[in-house]
């Protein structure tokens, strides 16, 4: 079983910066595809940025590009969202979510892709 729980959210000024951490339970996290996924208020849930369990292969959402990063460390069990100049639209609650997969450079970007999702971090943006 794997269970992700997100943390570092919190209320920043536009421009600011925010790092979300997702820390894995389980011993599979190594073969691990990650995903970050957010909601905001009154709206679908949306992929944000993925990472595949080797790291070697990221893939974002056009939306984020250029701003926010995507890494982690299987050492801790540990998947990042380095997010810079925040923007009020990216308030949101933000989802770390895991999915096992045989390929090192495999990603996934749709939500019904993903089996293991955490209770969500809230990111509030103000302008």
């Known amino acids: 079983q794997v269970q992700p729980v997100e943390s570092g959210g919190g209320l920043v000024q536009a421009g600011g910066s925010l790092r979300l951490s997702c820390a894995v339970s389980g011993r599979t996290f190594n073969n691990n595809v990650m995903g970050w996924f957010r909601q905001a208020p009154g709206k679908e849930r949306e992929f944000v940025a993925t990472?595949?369990?080797?790291?070697?292969?990221?893939y974002y959402a056009d939306s984020v590009k250029g701003r926010f990063t995507i890494s982690r460390d299987n050492a801790k069990n540990t998947v990042y969202l380095q997010m810079n100049s925040l923007k009020p639209e990216d308030t949101a609650t933000y989802y770390c979510?895991?999915?096992?997969?045989?390929?090192?450079?495999?990603?996934?970007?749709?939500?019904?892709?993903?089996?293991?999702w955490g209770q969500g971090t809230q990111v509030t943006v103000s302008s």
């Open positions: 979510a895991a999915k096992p997969s045989p390929y090192s450079r495999h990603l996934y970007y749709r939500i019904f892709e993903y089996d293991y």
């Open positions: 990472i595949s369990w080797s790291g070697e292969a990221t």
